[in-house]
């Protein structure tokens, strides 16, 4: 008999604030006892909720349990910016194009959204939740100018629709004169990732799926008989169990020394009084890409996803022990209250209400982990950064493996190279740290 235990559990800091805005939910249901299942599902997010309503499309008779360590989108899935991109987005890359021809990754991208798009429909998922408005890469210099000139290049050669913004075009988007020049795409879904989650996540429910919260699995055993997970207050019994929990499947010794944990921070100000909104202008909703990926992400909502705000997202740092401290939050809200404030001059005494730590888990060599990893034993992790789409994809495939099947999106991930190994510690985490902090200060104004 094989057996997994974790050596850690997720542990977030700062609040989940894209719930937090929203209106309160029921009182979270843990798993209690013991139970019996088609399928385990371990983690509640995008990859977690997508690899159990893949399953139910495929056999609607099978019983599935998903099992999430806090409650549904207050994990990483509620931390992100909320921008699910249909386009080539290299993280590691200068302007996001990346290498070769990126057609097949941009197809799988698209059956990603349309996957959420189909849940949205069928379980009634609010759909100002699911926006699907596109989204700019800002410039704020020459320098950055020319890195959007060279991915809309890379995309004019894909055949894929782009528009270029000038400064005047910008200002009227986001009201801030920051920016001298934009690219727009249309294909990118802006998400109120908390209230599409927690959708997905009743949606499930309703059509008889488990979706058990505050039921971190500390324990996995078996074997291709069947596996048993260990909960604080119950087991549950599968045939075969789907790993949903990203970055969390090294904890159960999988990928060890092979996966790059990073946590990107953001804040949320406060519902912008009348005269905030009026001395702002712009659109009521717009969501604005670096064009440099290690720029700042911003994002401006209105009453429909949780009040009158704007998101900045910005800082990263390379945390192998998977847990951000709090001198990292109070450190990142200082430069997210700076960058704030170089673009909305006028809003610069406008309160952050929320600052938070978002996990993300990539590999030196852009590759997920979506494969059979024990006999019976499936995993849908590693988001490369893109943790909307990508994760779906994940999930997708996972869901399709455990069930025997071969499909366009279980191809791409087996036909994937292992993650690659990682320096040692601590040259690992040394050197990422420092050159994220390079990476930080060239960006400048962006």
């Known amino acids: ?3 997994f235990t974790a050596r850690r559990t997720p542990v977030h800091k700062g609040p989940a604030a894209w719930s937090a805005i929203l209106p309160g939910q029921p009182a979270p249901v843990p798993l209690a006892g013991n139970h019996s299942v088609d399928v ?3 983690g509640g997010g995008f990859a977690g909720l997508s690899a159990a309503r893949r399953l139910r499309q495929l056999d609607p008779s099978l019983k599935v349990a998903v099992l999430e360590a806090s409650r549904l989108a207050e994990g990483a899935s509620g931390r992100n910016s909320g921008f699910m991109i249909d386009l080539p987005h290299d993280l590691t890359s200068d302007d996001y194009a990346g290498h070769g021809d990126d057609r097949g990754m941009i197809a799988l991208n698209r059956h990603a959204i349309a996957f959420a798009r189909g849940a949205v429909e069928d379980y009634g998922i609010i759909r100002d939740y699911f926006d699907p408005v596109g989204k700019v890469n800002g410039a704020a210099s020459d320098t950055a100018d020319a890195l959007n000139r060279s991915y809309a290049d890379h995309l004019t050669r894909l055949g894929e629709p782009n528009e ?9 988007l986001t009201g801030s004169r920051h920016y001298v020049s934009g690219l727009y795409t249309p294909g990118t879904v802006m998400l109120q990732p908390a209230g599409f989650v927690r959708g997905f996540g009743e949606g499930l429910r309703a ?11 500390t324990a996995i055993h078996g074997g291709a008989a069947g596996w048993t997970l260990t909960t604080p207050k119950g087991r549950i019994s599968a045939a075969k169990v789907i790993l949903a929990n990203n970055g969390h499947i090294e904890s159960f010794g999988f990928a060890a020394n092979r996966l790059m944990h990073v946590f990107l921070f953001a804040s949320m100000t406060a519902d912008l009084p009348a005269e905030a909104l009026k001395a702002l202008g712009g659109k009521a909703r717009w969501g604005v890409t ?5 720029g700042t992400t911003m994002r401006r909502i209105d009453t429909a996803l949780g009040g009158n705000r704007i998101i900045t997202r910005t800082c990263a740092s390379f945390l192998p022990g998977m847990e951000a401290s709090d001198a990292a939050l109070r450190r990142t809200a200082a430069v997210h209250r700076r960058k704030f404030a170089d673009r909305f001059p006028p809003l610069a005494g406008v309160k952050q209400e929320y600052t938070w730590a978002g996990h993300l888990c990539l590999t030196r060599n852009g590759v997920s982990v979506a494969r059979e990893v024990e006999p019976g034993l499936f995993a849908a992790t590693v988001c490369n950064g893109l943790g909307t789409a990508r994760s779906t994809l994940t999930g997708i495939a996972a869901a399709e ?3 025997g099947l071969e499909t366009d999106t279980t191809r791409h991930f087996a036909a994937e190279a292992e993650p690659a190994k990682l320096p040692p510690r601590p040259f690992s985490t040394i050197g990422a740290n420092v050159f994220l902090r390079y990476k930080e200060a060239r960006t400048g104004r962006e």
Do not use: H, K, Y
């Open 1 to 3: 008999m094989t057996q």
């Open 40 to 42: 385990a599902i371990v």
């Open 164 to 172: 270029r913004l000038d400064a005047q075009g910008m200002f009227d």
């Open 207 to 217: 059509s008889g799926v488990g979706v058990w919260e505050n039921s971190a699995v």
């Open 290 to 294: 670096p064009s440099d990926p290690m």
């Open 401 to 403: 493996l455990a069930m």
